[in-house]
């Protein structure tokens, strides 16, 4: 079983992107489970969502993942997110700065590029959960873009698609050439 957590921001769509990798990971006859963590947050605090692909799942959060997917990259300044992998865990964050401990994805260039923005914020969770598909090989692309239309408004299905392309491949190239 393989574990995911994803940090991000209150109406940034960390929840959506674990749903949909579960339901694209559902798509090629893998078990998976996505579990949002719900409290008192607003728009723009620090929230977090699970996703779990494996033979064995269980129904509690995620306390140490293999991979951890950052949505903003500023949370890496406010928040120590190594303390959620696991050792030898794989971090991936939205920056446009690389480090040696991340893959560094600029995710915000990618949405802001195809229009994704609502409520003056790039949406950067498809492609994001595209980078973590490309980085850990637990889903495929194909699954992902046929999850697309199930978690996404039609008019905005085409500019999602094409950003979960390119951010799929951007991460493929950047683990290609590490």
Known sequence: MREVI????????AVTAAQLLAYAASL???????LPEFGAERRGAIVRAYLRIGEALLHSS???????VVLDGRIIEQVDVRQYGKPGAVYIVNIKSPSDWYISIDATSIALKHGLV???WPVVNLIMAAAFAAVSGLVTLESIVKAVPEYVPRRYVEANIKAVVEGYELAKRLVEAR
């Open 28 to 34: 090629e006859g893998k078990k998976a489970q996505a």
């Open 62 to 68: 995620v306390k140490k993942a293999d991979y951890v």
């Open 118 to 120: 609502v409520a003056g």
């Open 6 to 13: 994803f940090l991000g921001r209150g109406g940034q769509g």
